[in-house]
């Protein structure tokens, strides 16, 4: 009997430690619903990834988990409204990614958690919350500090091609955050004695005729911020802008796996895994208003090196050493 009795609590302690204890555990029965707010064109690499990180902490579509994706492919004026039909269907939380998402989630609701996937701009500067530390009301997450990059990814532009004088800048006028872009890459060029050149694009068709004008105001090389338009748009920017001869710089590594030259920004598992993490955090009965904003603390560098034979560059090597992923 005491053998029996004592091979019966090695099982129960064994059994604990193998699975989540009781308060970890997600409530028998109830099934999540989460809704992410995207300019992209649909389910991709990032996406995957969100749904990965949620599986890894329990929530797997199909059996405790429902996700409402809302792609608004470029065209950021229907987020408004794929944020009040979030709110219809009474979603445990919402994922934005950008600050126009994040804007319209927070307009759409003061109740619903929003937990910002890359907010690609300061969130306290776009008064999206009242502070990094203390957000204050149902805002919080992630921002990716691309703004603050601009003169890193001037630098490195100018050590791949030392000659450097005039850089084109393609950006979206109707995004604040790219306005704010645009000018601390102005500010940063001046110290560095480059000349920049902003080529606005608001719709789709103006790409081809942006190029061709930062082509004959004589750039030499091609900056592009990331905001929602551009994001669906990567793979023809990076085409044009070599078949252009205009070395590019990204605040995305996914334009250099689409052809870009170059791109230098906050590690994006980082921000995934965190962004599951609050989540997870809010599901379980945190509130965001306790959850601080977090900043990017791992910033990765990628080089297209089939690019660089394309446009006839040779990248020193000292530039390569600084790389955290080379595309061959």
């Avoid at 719709?203 to 929602?228: F, P």
Wanted: aromatic share 6%.
């Amino acid at each position: 009997m005491k053998l029996r009795t004592i091979g019966l609590i090695s099982s129960l302690v064994l059994g604990l430690l193998a699975g989540p204890l009781p308060t970890e555990a997600q409530q028998a029965g109830k099934v999540y619903r989460i809704g992410v707010l995207s300019n992209s064109s649909g389910i991709g690499r990032s996406q995957k990834r969100l749904q990965q990180y949620l599986s890894e902490l329990g929530y797997v579509e199909g059996k405790n988990l429902v996700i409402e994706w809302r792609f608004s492919k470029g065209d950021v004026t229907r987020q408004p409204a794929f944020a009040a039909d979030l709110v219809r269907l009474k979603v445990d939380c919402i994922i934005p990614f950008g600050v126009l998402p994040t804007r319209a989630a927070k307009q759409a609701t003061r109740t619903i958690p929003i937990v910002m996937g890359n907010a690609d701009d300061d969130p306290v500067r776009q008064n999206l919350v009242s502070s990094l530390e203390r957000p204050g009301g149902n805002v919080t997450g992630f921002f990716n500090i691309g703004s603050d990059l601009s003169a890193k990814r001037l630098e490195l532009l100018k050590e791949t091609v030392p000659k450097l004088s005039r850089v084109a800048i393609l950006f979206d006028p109707a995004s604040v955050p790219a306005v704010v872009y645009v000018k601390k890459s102005e500010a940063a060029a001046r110290a560095m004695g480059v000349y920049i050149q902003p080529v606005g694009v608001r719709v789709s068709e103006d790409l081809e005729n942006a190029i061709q004008a930062a082509v004959k105001g004589r750039a030499e090389a091609l900056l592009v911020v990331h905001t929602g338009l551009f994001q669906v748009l990567r793979t023809r920017v990076a085409k044009l802008a070599t078949e252009a001869h205009l070395p590019s710089m990204h605040s995305s590594s996914s334009f250099v796996r689409a052809g870009g030259l170059m791109s230098y920004s906050a590690n994006s598992r980082e921000r995934y895994r965190g962004v599951v993490a609050y989540v997870d955090r809010i599901l379980k009965g945190a509130k965001p208003s306790d959850l601080p904003v977090q900043q990017p603390r791992k910033f990765d560098f990628f080089i297209n090196l089939k690019t660089a034979k394309q446009l006839g560059i040779t990248i020193p090597p000292e530039v390569l050493l600084q790389a955290t992923k080379v595309i061959k």
